[in-house]
């Protein structure tokens, strides 16, 4: 396959139906300025996804779950007695991280599952614990690696308590709460398995769950993946936010039958929000079928 050099031209670029207009940026489709080759190995030549780990149905979302199972569990504890180390009735380990710095020495006391739990697609933030390095971390968890997070977190300088919640298989769930040298409360945030509870869903039908966007959000300002939906149910964009602007790669999906997921067109933002003179531009777009028709190689 060659591509040929086009005229320039820039065009103003929309999503249909996601989000508010008011932030959205002119979106450039530049067409590469040599004559290129597609090589055989190149991840663009085929539009059709496989990555099983590809949402192509819309998840169960309640937030108001997340605080009803935490006081559940609070319940059972009372009502029996208390096995332990054992959260969301799966077992754990107890494990400790201590860190020094001048004359500060700061401990993370957590729990880990060996539970081989296959984590969420929609979620961004999977906590795990990586025992190599000694470090939990957020992004490319690999079971072969490390364990996820699961049951209480605590994190203290010296003797003061500053950062304590719940986590359920690697996502955030339940009240968070942080504090300042005094222990006087900083923040309080609730979650439902790695969900804001303050994010945003829109529904095609309420009764049914059929969702038509899922918006993450923090301290009233977008943060996280955000996800919108044909009304079959089937993904139609995703993206991600971060300090309330796109970041990244957002994709959108042709609306395939039998589930087949097919990437439409692909939009690169900004690495960082808030990178001055960058200007978004098409990456990639592919046609019903998952053949390359475009590609921007800058």
């Given at each position: 396959?060659?591509?040929?050099?086009?005229?320039?031209?820039?065009?103003?670029?929309?999503?249909?139906?996601?989000?508010?207009a008011?932030?959205?940026?002119?979106?450039?489709?530049?067409?590469?300025?040599?004559e290129?080759?597609t090589?055989?190995?190149?991840?663009?030549?085929?539009?059709?996804?496989?990555?099983?780990?590809?949402?192509?149905?819309?998840?169960?979302?309640?937030?108001?779950?997340?605080?009803?199972?935490?006081?559940?569990?609070?319940?059972?504890?009372?009502?029996?007695?208390?096995?332990?180390?054992?959260?969301?009735?799966?077992?754990?380990?107890?494990?400790?991280?201590?860190?020094?710095?001048?004359?500060?020495?700061?401990?993370?006391?957590?729990?880990?599952?060996?539970?081989?739990?296959?984590?969420?697609?929609?979620?961004?933030?999977?906590?795990?614990?990586?025992?190599?390095?000694?470090?939990?971390?957020?992004?490319?968890?690999?079971?072969?690696?490390?364990?996820?997070?699961?049951?209480?977190?605590?994190?203290?300088?010296?003797?003061?308590?500053?950062?304590?919640?719940?986590?359920?298989?690697?996502?955030?769930?339940?009240?968070?709460?942080?504090?300042?040298?005094?222990?006087?409360?900083?923040?309080?945030?609730?979650?439902?398995?790695?969900?804001?509870?303050?994010?945003?869903?829109?529904?095609?039908?309420r009764?049914?769950r059929?969702?038509?966007?899922?918006?993450?959000?923090?301290?009233?300002?977008?943060?996280?993946?955000?996800?919108?939906?044909?009304?079959?149910?089937?993904?139609?964009?995703?993206?991600?936010?971060?300090?309330?602007?796109?970041?990244?790669?957002?994709?959108?999906?042709?609306?395939?039958?039998?589930n087949?997921?097919?990437?439409?067109?692909?939009?690169?933002?900004?690495?960082?929000?808030?990178?001055?003179?960058?200007?978004?531009?098409?990456?990639?777009?592919?046609?019903?079928?998952?053949?390359?028709?475009?590609?921007?190689?800058?």
């Open positions: 396959m060659r591509f040929y050099p086009f005229l320039l031209f820039a065009i103003g670029f929309q999503w249909a139906n996601i989000g508010s008011q932030d959205e940026s002119a979106v450039v489709r530049e067409m590469p300025t040599e290129t080759e090589p055989k190995s190149d991840p663009d030549s085929s539009g059709v996804v496989k990555d099983r780990l590809s949402p192509t149905s819309t998840p169960v979302l309640l937030f108001s779950d997340a605080e009803e199972e935490e006081n559940k569990e609070k319940k059972k504890k009372k009502k029996k007695k208390k096995k332990k180390n054992v959260y969301f009735g799966d077992k754990t380990k107890k494990t400790m991280i201590k860190h020094s710095f001048r004359d500060q020495v700061t401990y993370q006391v957590f729990h880990v599952t060996y539970k081989n739990q296959e984590v969420d697609p929609y979620i961004r933030d999977i906590h795990w614990y990586d025992p190599k390095n000694k470090a939990i971390k957020n992004k490319n968890f690999d079971p072969s690696k490390g364990y996820l997070l699961h049951g209480p977190y605590e994190r203290r300088i010296d003797d003061t308590v500053v950062e304590t919640g719940m986590y359920y298989f690697g996502t955030k769930h339940g009240r968070w709460m942080s504090f300042d040298a005094k222990s006087v409360l900083l923040d309080k945030l609730h979650y439902s398995k790695g969900w804001p509870k303050e994010s945003r869903i829109t529904y095609y039908n009764q049914e059929a969702i038509e966007r899922m918006t993450p959000i923090e301290y009233e300002l977008k943060e996280g993946n955000f996800y919108h939906f044909f009304q079959d149910g089937s993904l139609a964009v995703t993206g991600e936010y971060h300090h309330g602007e796109r970041v990244g790669t957002w994709t959108e999906y042709w609306n395939t039958p039998n087949q997921l097919i990437r439409k067109r692909e939009i690169r933002y900004q690495d960082e929000p808030f990178t001055k003179n960058f200007r978004p531009y098409i990456r990639a777009e592919w046609d019903k079928e998952g053949n390359l028709i475009y590609r921007n190689d800058s």
